[in-house]
């Protein structure tokens, strides 16, 4: 006999719960795995930055290096306080919340153990990419939040060009304003270690990346461009999927990991269906 009509919902919820209950066990088991081994060489080196010499040494391609703005730096400092397998547990977890807060359970668990998968490199690396992809599903809401991706690797800030195309204009004033006032604050607190970055950005900008790490070709130059001719179309067509597109085109080195940033596209899809071009900054907060 054919199972009642009211029993095949129950059935079905029990089995999302359970497979949602399974992927959550994975993720804290990747989680435990990771902080206990000898990864997330990215986050070591905003871990042990010293604000005294922020860029001592630092060049891009350099394992372990710091690249990102002073105060991306300074706003770190506090947690640098702590142990480095603390400090480790927290920014591992972060990502891996990131990455279930954006994709569910499910396919965050499938997108961590896929073979060769970008987020698998990002989360063991500890770099940023997820954070920067959540910064701009947030962002879409609280345009302080591309003060983010502004401070760190710069470029995939092109984003907020988006709201530009969409005649967002208070967005687009937020979230400058907001990023000038953290730079300000920043300068005044070590004007020495800004000149030190801008140094460093000149200098790095002269390295080659080796064509083994650079998943997307041509100079950052041109995939800026590019980037932000997608974001402005993108914003003018009301087109989400621009974003974390345009991010990963524009990122400064195009590691594999950088990819993870597509992982916006989740939520961005989800949101298509009642956001556009028209209606987008009209909810907007600072």
């Not at 070591?44 to 105060?71: E, F, I, K, Q």
């Not at 400090?87 to 954006?102: E, S, V, Y």
């Not at 085109?249 to 899809?269: D, F």
Request: hydrophobic share 60%; with cysteine; net charge neutral.
């Amino acid at each position: 006999m054919a199972a009642p009509a009211s029993v095949m919902p129950r059935r079905r919820l029990s089995l999302q719960t359970a497979a949602n209950a399974a992927a959550i066990g994975a993720l804290v088991f990747a989680w435990v795995f990771i902080i206990q081994g000898d990864f997330l060489y990215d986050a070591r080196a905003y871990w042990s930055v010293d604000l005294d010499d922020p860029y001592g040494g630092s060049l891009v391609g350099r394992r372990a290096t710091y690249l990102y703005s002073p105060a991306f730096a300074q706003l770190l400092w506090p947690a640098t306080l702590l142990p480095w397998t603390v400090f480790a547990a927290i920014f591992c977890g972060l990502n891996l919340l990131a990455l279930a807060w954006m994709a569910g359970p499910i396919l965050a668990a499938v997108l961590l153990f896929i073979p060769w998968s970008p987020v698998t490199d990002e989360v063991t690396t500890g770099n940023i990419h997820l954070l920067i992809a959540a910064a701009i599903v947030i962002g879409m809401r609280w345009p302080a939040a591309w003060a983010f991706p502004l401070l760190t690797k710069i470029t995939p800030g092109v984003g907020v060009l988006w709201f530009a195309g969409a005649r967002q204009w208070r967005t687009v004033f937020v979230a400058g304003a907001v990023t000038a006032a953290i730079v300000a604050a920043s300068v005044v607190l070590s004007p020495a270690a800004w000149s030190e970055w801008i140094a460093l950005l000149a200098q790095s900008s002269a390295v080659d990346v080796p064509t083994e790490i650079g998943v997307i070709p041509g100079p950052l130059w041109a995939r800026t461009v590019a980037a932000s001719a997608l974001v402005l179309v993108g914003g003018w067509r009301g087109w989400l999927w621009t974003l974390p597109v345009a991010a990963v085109l524009a990122l400064p080195v195009t590691w594999s990991s950088g990819l993870a940033i597509l992982v916006a596209l989740v939520p961005l899809y989800r949101m298509s269906g009642h956001v556009d071009a028209a209606t987008v900054g009209n909810d907007v907060r600072a």
